[in-house]
């Protein structure tokens, strides 16, 4: 009797067969730019497929490609994964794929400062419009979409850093309604705890520079969409070809492609994605109940928690909440910036999703270049990214920075 593998098996063997020529149980880092021709247009199939050049394709970027697909998953739909050189890149690619001048996006009211940044300051400039939308609320998105001018509706879930929900299928569903395609930022939430192509999405980027490569030592992104030919996947609405080719076709003809070695630690890190999502979240939920009880905070944002607006729906679309937490101070900004200066154990720095716990101060780092717009995030606010050391350990930490910004 066949089963289906679970989450963890396929992140671990999809894509990471023995290698045919050395019976390598990791794939090699190809760390090559071209390949070798019997005779022209004679590409050699040894791993199944033929390659010609790097850009176009890689064994290792295939690997990891091949595993990411297996697990950001669309139901019983075969998917398809793009590996790109950071989430930006992959972001950009969406954009030049999806927009022509004249087109019309519509935005979550607390995008990631770079998405926002690559909305306004890249696409805007070319004639693409854009507007903006709290996407936990469903009926400003239905407000704000432009139906026949609107090519897609723009979801984070969890958002960064306040860690709003948003209704993945319900805006599905009003961005389909409208004739429009709804991409998701899966970057906080990683395909182990959310898939949304299953909750109707057309399109999935990460950022796997965080979760997913999971180590904070590679920048990388990825995309993913149904297959071509899978039951429900979209065309591009320019050119009327399926998707997943126009983006293939994209990542080849922009080149901003993952390179090998790149692609091989995002494929290690993905192996252990399961493991490490559990604990981030399980230390994240300690970390948010410290939080919670603590004097000197006035608010935690974390979904896992029964009095967050988006609770309900992060529990029915998510596996666990995550282990991103944002809290602000009831001293306001300069307790925020003196708790980010005072912990031991947390790193300030940006970036998150890495096995260590990291502190930042949003208004001054990640999101400066929101502020005065309508992303600006309040000055009290902290957000940390929980990682792997002893709960016990970090929860130390933050009592003792806690009590010297209220000092
Ligand atoms: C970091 C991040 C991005 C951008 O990804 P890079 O790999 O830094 O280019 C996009 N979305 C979210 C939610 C992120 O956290």
Redesign the pocket.
């Known amino acids: 009797m066949s089963r289906t593998p679970g989450f963890s098996t396929r992140a671990i063997h999809v894509g990471s067969e023995p290698d045919p020529a050395t019976g390598s149980v990791i794939p090699p880092i190809y760390q090559t730019s071209t390949y070798a021709q019997d005779g022209v247009g004679g590409l050699r199939t040894g791993l199944g497929v033929g390659y010609e050049y790097s850009r176009s394709g890689n064994p290792t970027r295939t690997a990891f490609e091949s595993a990411f697909a297996a697990v950001e998953t669309a139901g019983e739909e075969p998917t398809r994964a793009l590996s790109f050189a950071?989430?930006?890149?992959a972001?950009d690619a969406v954009v030049r794929t999806l927009t022509r001048p004249g087109d019309h996006v519509v935005l979550p009211g607390d995008a990631?400062g770079?998405?926002y940044r690559l909305f306004a300051r890249v696409a805007e400039p070319w004639g693409v419009a854009f507007d903006t939308a709290p996407s936990s609320d469903v009926d400003a998105v239905r407000a704000a979409v432009q139906p026949g001018r609107t090519r897609f509706v723009w979801v984070?879930t969890p958002t960064?850093p306040l860690l709003g929900i948003t209704d993945i299928a319900a805006v599905a569903a009003v961005a389909h309604e409208a004739g429009a395609l709804l991409v998701v930022?899966n970057?906080?939430a990683t395909p182990y705890l959310q898939n949304p192509l299953e909750l109707g999405a057309d399109v999935v980027?990460h950022?796997?520079?965080?979760y997913v490569g999971g180590h904070s030592d590679v920048?990388?992104?990825a995309l993913v969409v149904r297959a071509a030919g899978a039951a429900g996947a979209v065309t591009d609405p320019h050119t009327s070809e399926p998707l997943a080719d126009r983006l293939a076709w994209h990542q080849n003809a922009m080149g901003a492609v993952s390179g090998p070695f790149d692609a091989w630690l995002t494929l290690r890190g993905l192996k252990t994605l399961a493991v490490r999502m559990e604990r981030h979240s399980a230390s994240a939920a300690q970390v948010a109940q410290f939080l919670v009880d603590h004097p000197a905070v006035s608010d935690v944002l974390y979904p896992g928690l029964p009095g967050h607006p988006g609770h309900d729906v992060a529990a029915r679309q998510m596996r666990l909440p995550g282990g991103m937490v944002s809290f602000r101070l009831r001293r306001g900004r300069d307790a925020a910036l003196k708790t980010c200066a005072s912990t031991g154990v947390f790193t300030l720095a940006e970036?998150?999703g890495g096995i260590e716990s990291l502190i930042e101060h949003p208004g001054a780092m990640t999101h400066a270049s929101v502020a005065g717009s309508p992303l600006e995030v309040p000055d009290d606010l902290v957000r940390l990214s929980v990682g792997l050391e002893d709960v016990d350990d970090l929860l130390a930490d933050l009592d003792a920075a806690l009590a010297a910004a209220s000092a």
């Open positions: 950071s989430g930006l890149a972001e990631y770079g998405t984070e960064n930022d970057t906080f980027v950022s796997t520079t965080k920048v990388g992104g970036s998150l």
